[in-house]
C-alpha cells in the first residue's frame, strides 16, 4: 500500500544550522505530497505541498522538491532559529484519494 | 480562517467507560477524519467520513466508532475505553479538492 518512510530519531541543531529532514514515499500513480509541522500543544499546521513531480513546495523559508525519480520529498531549510522547534511530518495523498498517509515524523530541537 | 474545534484539550477516563471525543468543524466541509497520534508511529487514521450519515474504516478502527448525523459534527466514540487507547486524537476536515485543516487535538488517558 502506500506509505511515507522519514529518517529515524530526533534532530538537534544548533541555531542558524542547516536542515534536512529526508522522506521517501511508496506510491502508484501520482500522489500528491506534502509536509506538516506541529508545534509544541498544538495540531497539525500544513507547512508546504507539491502535486507534481518537479513541482518544488515552499513556505516560511522552508523547500522540498518533488522528486518521482528517486520517490523522495525531502524537507530543506537553510538557517533554522529556535523557533522552527517542533515534530514535522511527511504525508501523501494518493491521486483520486481522500485519505493522508502519514510518516512516523521527526522532532526538531533548534539550539540557541 | 476555517475552525475546526474539538471540544476537550484533556480528558481522563477510567477502563470500561464510554467516552464520546467531539469535533466541529465551520465551514461546511464533506469530508472529516480521527486520527490517533502516538510516539514513535505518527499519525493513524482511525475513521473518516466524506458526508452526513456516511463513514469509512481507516487503518485502525478497532475498538473505536463513530457518527456524523450532521455535515459540521463528527464524534468519535470509544465504546469501552481501554489503557492501550490512552493517546493524543486529532480530529480533521477537508472540502473536496482542497487541503487539509487539523484540531488542536484532544489529549486522552485511560486509566
Known amino acids: 500500500g502506500d506509505s511515507v518512510t522519514q529518517m529515524e530519531g530526533p534532530v538537534t541543531l544548533s541555531e542558524e544550522a542547516c536542515l534536512t529532514i529526508n522522506c521517501t514515499y511508496t506510491a502508484t500513480g501520482y500522489p500528491s505530497l506534502f509536509w506538516y509541522v506541529q508545534y509544541p500543544g498544538e495540531g497539525l499546521q500544513l507547512l508546504l505541498k507539491a502535486t507534481k513531480a518537479d513541482d518544488k513546495g515552499s513556505n516560511k523559508g522552508f523547500e522540498a522538491t518533488y522528486r518521482k525519480e528517486t520517490t523522495s520529498f525531502h524537507l530543506e531549510k537553510g538557517s533554522v532559529q529556535v523557533s522552527d522547534s517542533a515534530v514535522y511530518f511527511c504525508a501523501l495523498r494518493p491521486g483520486g484519494n481522500n485519505r493522508l498517509a502519514f510518516g512516523k515524523g521527526n522532532q526538531v530541537v533548534v539550539i540557541p | 480562517d476555517v475552525k475546526v474545534t474539538q471540544s476537550s484539550r484533556y480528558l481522563v477516563k477510567r477502563t470500561g467507560e464510554k467516552v464520546f471525543l467531539e469535533c466541529v468543524q465551520d465551514m461546511d466541509h464533506e469530508n472529516m477524519f480521527w486520527y490517533r497520534q502516538d510516539p514513535g508511529l505518527g499519525l493513524r487514521l482511525i475513521y473518516f467520513s466524506y458526508d452526513v450519515k456516511m463513514k469509512e474504516k481507516g487503518d485502525i478502527p478497532e475498538g473505536y466508532s463513530v457518527s456524523r448525523e450532521k455535515k459540521e459534527r463528527f464524534s468519535l466514540i470509544l465504546e469501552s475505553a481501554s489503557t492501550n487507547q490512552t493517546s493524543m486524537y486529532l480530529c480533521?476536515?477537508?472540502?473536496?479538492?482542497?487541503?487539509?485543516?487539523f484540531g488542536s487535538g484532544t489529549r486522552l488517558t485511560v486509566v
Open positions: 480533521a476536515s477537508r472540502p473536496s479538492g482542497r487541503g487539509y485543516t
